[in-house]
Structures are given as structure tokens and as C-alpha cells.
């Protein structure tokens, strides 16, 4: 406990040497538990995730059998650095993914899962492990000005139909042309049927990964609003485990913040086409 509250005052000290914004915390802490052995137990029998096939999030690797993905690398590195070496995974349904967890059939939400109201009252959350968020994206050739998304007012903006991204660009007054899905969109940029998308950084990825000769240019230089972080779920990326396994969530907690701290999540990150943009929430002064 005296260790606890050591590493609780170094991090408020690097708080408040820090200039952060005034903002809420996703979580509280949560130590009622802290009595379980569950962090021993999964060192002795190992875990299991349930993953979404998602790329570039996770996926089943279908030449291998193998699971891959951005927050599988990410797991892997943190179970490493914890001793766990026993690392199993099971394809689950988005909609499932709780009910797996609190049933026990998986031990560990291992697709990255947003902190939202009604998940905290079911299950716990990892601390932050990476980052990702919207991207205004424009034709190569755009001549568009855009320095923030109040710019976007007025403009034919494709975003895919539903999303956090289509919901923002009606509250600001663009025209949202709405979309099936991410194909969809970056053709019609193509064809100039909008003169912009609205899509998260990740997405924007994998399509450069897909068709390196893609003619978009992306505004990663555009902050992205406050409000669209603190109410269209564009948090932190995390990982989801039960109540009752404290011990396992600060352990797993720490170890991400480690393999952060040694940059081996950086460089997952620039694996799958993402920068230093994706290890904070709030981008990092230009020097």
C-alpha cells in the first residue's frame, strides 16, 4: 500500500508540472477489491481475450491461425512485461464482448473498448493505451483551408451514416453526406462528390496501408474539439476486465503505462501507419 501511494504522488507531482486542460477524468479509482489474487492466478494460468475481428484493431491472421492487430501487439508487450506467457484468444461479436467477460468465458476485453456510462457499471477499464481519434481528410489537390472544424460549416462532408463523426458534423452545421461504410466515403472524395471525410485516424491507415498511391492528404494538424472527446466517445483506447480482478487491473494498468514508456507502443503504432499522435489524447506542443 505504501508503494501505491508513492507511485499516486509521483504522478500527481508530473501533473501538476504538466499544463494539462482543465478536464474530467474518465474513470475513478476503483481498490475495493484489492484483496483478490486474480494477478497470480493469470501468471499461473494465463489469460484469455476476446478479440473483434477488426483490423488494423485485431483479427484472426487467416494464412497462420494467429491473432494480430494493433491491441494484440500492445497486449503482448504488456502480458511480457507482467509474466504472463500463457496468451489465448477467442473471436467474439462486439455485442458479446461483455457478456463473455462477465460470464468468464474470456478474462479480458483485448480489442480496445471506450470508457461509456453504461459499460462502467457493468465492468473496469485498463488505464489509457493508446489513442485514436477523427481526421479531417482532403482530395490531394484540395484547396480548401481548414485550421478547425468550425471550417467544415457549410461544406459536403462524408462521414459513415450513424457515427460519432456524422452526428458532430450536423451539430456544426456541415452537410454530412452519409455513407454505408469507410469504402464508400474515400471514393466519393475521389470522384469529388464531397470536398472532405470525416474519419477516424485509424481507418484513414489502414486505407493508405491498403493503396499506398491513394491522393488524399490528411489534416492531422487540426486539433480536434474537446467536445467531441468528452461526448462523441473519443476517449482513451483501453481494455475491459471484471470488477473483481483488481490486483490484475493495476498490475495490467502499469504495465501498459511501461511498454509505453519504452516507446515498443510507438512503434506498433508507426507499424500500422499511425504516428506519436496516437499515444495521447491531447497532442503534444510542437517544439
Keep these: 500500500m505504501k508503494a501505491s501511494k508513492c507511485v499516486l504522488s509521483a504522478l500527481c507531482i508530473a501533473a501538476a508540472n504538466l499544463a494539462m486542460p482543465a478536464m474530467a477524468y474518465e474513470v475513478a479509482p476503483s481498490y475495493e477489491k484489492c484483496g483478490d489474487d486474480s494477478f497470480s492466478q493469470y501468471i499461473k494460468d494465463g489469460v484469455t481475450l476476446g478479440i473483434v475481428s477488426a ?16 491491441d494484440v501487439e500492445i497486449n503482448e508487450a504488456a502480458f511480457k512485461w507482467m509474466g504472463i506467457h500463457s496468451v489465448k484468444y477467442e473471436v467474439t461479436p462486439v455485442g458479446q464482448l461483455v457478456p463473455a467477460l462477465l460470464s468468464k468465458r474470456i478474462d479480458v476485453i483485448g480489442t480496445n473498448i471506450h470508457v461509456t456510462p453504461d459499460r462502467i457499471k457493468a465492468i473496469s477499464f485498463t488505464g489509457p493505451s ?49 455513407f454505408p461504410g469507410a469504402e464508400q466515403e474515400i471514393g466519393a472524395l475521389s470522384t469529388g462528390r464531397v470536398d472532405a471525410v470525416l474519419e477516424d485516424d485509424v481507418t484513414v491507415a489502414d486505407w493508405i496501408k491498403s493503396n499506398p498511391a491513394l491522393q488524399i492528404k490528411q489534416m492531422k494538424d487540426v486539433p480536434v474539439p474537446e467536445e467531441m472527446i468528452n461526448k462523441y466517445g473519443y476517449g482513451y483506447a483501453r481494455y475491459g476486465l ?32 499511425l504516428s506519436n499522435r496516437n499515444l495521447f489524447l491531447h497532442p503534444l506542443e510542437k517544439n
Design 242 to 273: 471484471r470488477k473483481d480482478d483488481c490486483t490484475f487491473r493495476a498490475a495490467y494498468t502499469q504495465a501498459l503505462a511501461e511498454v509505453r514508456g519504452t516507446g515498443e507502443v510507438a512503434a506498433i503504432l508507426k507499424k500500422y501507419g
Design 55 to 70: 483490423p488494423p484493431h485485431s483479427y484472426l491472421n487467416t494464412t497462420t491461425g494467429k491473432a494480430e492487430g494493433i
Design 130 to 178: 493508446w489513442w485514436y481519434g477523427p481526421i479531417i481528410v482532403l482530395p490531394a489537390n484540395s484547396e480548401l483551408k481548414v485550421s478547425s472544424y468550425a471550417d467544415l460549416k457549410g461544406k459536403k462532408v462524408g462521414a459513415v451514416v450513424g457515427s460519432a463523426a456524422d452526428e458532430y458534423l450536423r451539430k456544426i452545421g456541415a452537410e454530412s453526406i452519409a
